[in-house]
């Protein structure tokens, strides 16, 4: 599938009791992915909740309850559909323990995806390769004690 991406053009200033946009939020980065039909800062959050409570199944949180939409984050923080402020205190989300929007992590992201997103662990590739050797707290990067 080709996603048509278009660059997100900054709205006037944020109108009273709305929250702020991120600091430092990139304002050429993209705002809608037409074929999914999702416009990611203009989003209508109380369709994406619907369609989250109609659609998704939930593995580690009661399905049912109440949804909330998150429709930023910035290192610990999320922001959801109120602009209210919360710390992501997701530990076993192991993806972003590093926070959220980190310009350098972001790069590295996107060059992993320009090369490829995900390969067979069947296949041998550079990063899935030196990784364990470098993060091996045994001597000679060893997988095990022994």
Known sequence: MTRHLRPHHPPSPTPAGQADPAPGADPGRTSEIDTLGIDTLGIDTQEIAAQHRDHVLQSWSVSGGPVHTIT???????WDETGRRIADMSSLMVCANLGHGHPRIAEAIAEQA???CFMSPAFATEPKSRWPRAWSPWPGGSTSPG
């Open 72 to 78: 930023r984050a910035e290192g610990i923080w999320l």
């Open 114 to 116: 320009r090369r490829f």
